[in-house]
């Protein structure tokens, strides 16, 4: 019986926090069809197949969903721009390399079409905003650095001009990933690392010309 009574805490736990995963992923589906400022709790909880009263058991607002979202967010794409510096990537061929970078990135923004919707969106509230500025800082560094690995001759300037115009392109593909087919997506793909192949090409090409 002590048993019993031990294990039912973490028997509520479990459910609570699969509950709330359940209720972030309902929200994710919303914020990204609706956008944040036209989505609703009582929205979330019809997707997630709940009343309103128990989604605010665990989330008191809509902000506070949008928030954990972000942090769910932050944490993947931090750890998807770790792999600029991994050092097997940069021994790769530049097609190679920029498609081992890129395809993940675009999957996960495929699978997770709320992420661009409340770091980019045209109503993104400040405070999401502002945890999304950090991440882009460090996407912004993690490719100038990948730049001056794949281009030492590049002056610092250019290459920072160049990581914000590449990073800027990768973003602009995003309501064509989100928006695409499956049967058009691996296309999409191609084309958006075909884009970019031949920017980095070009910046390489251009510092190691005598």
Same mark, same amino acid.
């Given at each position: 019986?002590?048993?019993?009574a +031990?294990? +039912?805490?973490?028997?509520r736990?479990? %459910?609570g926090?699969?509950?709330?995963?359940e209720?972030l992923?309902a !929200?994710?589906?919303?914020?990204a069809?609706?956008? /944040?400022?036209? #989505? #609703? #709790?009582n929205a979330?909880a019809?997707?997630a197949?709940?009343?309103p009263?128990?989604?605010?058991? /665990?989330?008191?607002?809509?902000?506070?969903?949008?928030?954990? $979202?972000a942090?769910r967010?932050?944490v993947?794409?931090?750890?998807?721009? !770790?792999?600029?510096?991994?050092?097997?990537?940069? !021994?790769l061929p530049?097609?190679q390399?920029?498609?081992?970078?890129l395809?993940?990135?675009? %999957?996960?923004q495929r699978e997770?079409?709320?992420c661009?919707v409340l770091?980019l969106g045209?109503d993104?509230?400040? %405070?999401l905003a502002?945890?999304? !500025?950090p991440l882009h800082?460090?996407?912004?560094?993690?490719?100038?650095?990948?730049?001056g690995?794949? +281009?030492?001759r $590049?002056?610092e300037?250019?290459?920072n001009?160049?990581?914000?115009?590449?990073v800027?392109?990768f973003?602009?593909? $995003?309501p064509?990933?989100?928006a695409?087919?499956l049967?058009e997506?691996?296309a999409?793909e191609?084309?958006?690392i %075909?884009a $970019?192949?031949?920017y980095?090409?070009?910046l390489v090409?251009?510092? #190691?010309s005598p």
């Amino acid at each position: 019986m002590a048993q019993q009574a +031990a294990a +039912a805490p973490k028997r509520r736990q479990a %459910r609570g926090e699969r509950r709330i995963e359940e209720l972030l992923d309902a !929200a994710g589906q919303v914020f990204a069809e609706s956008g /944040y400022s036209a #989505t #609703t #709790t009582n929205a979330i909880a019809a997707r997630a197949g709940v009343s309103p009263g128990t989604l605010y058991q /665990y989330f008191p607002n809509k902000d506070a969903m949008a928030d954990a $979202l972000a942090g769910r967010f932050a944490v993947e794409l931090a750890r998807q721009q !770790a792999l600029l510096a991994q050092p097997d990537l940069l !021994a790769l061929p530049l097609d190679q390399l920029l498609s081992r970078l890129l395809r993940p990135m675009l %999957r996960f923004q495929r699978e997770n079409p709320a992420c661009p919707v409340l770091f980019l969106g045209p109503d993104t509230p400040q %405070r999401l905003a502002d945890v999304h !500025a950090p991440l882009h800082a460090a996407m912004l560094a993690g490719v100038a650095d990948l730049l001056g690995t794949l +281009a030492p001759r $590049l002056p610092e300037a250019d290459r920072n001009r160049a990581a914000e115009v590449a990073v800027h392109l990768f973003k602009g593909s $995003l309501p064509l990933i989100v928006a695409a087919s499956l049967e058009e997506l691996p296309a999409l793909e191609d084309e958006v690392i %075909r884009a $970019l192949l031949a920017y980095f090409s070009a910046l390489v090409g251009s510092s #190691t010309s005598p």
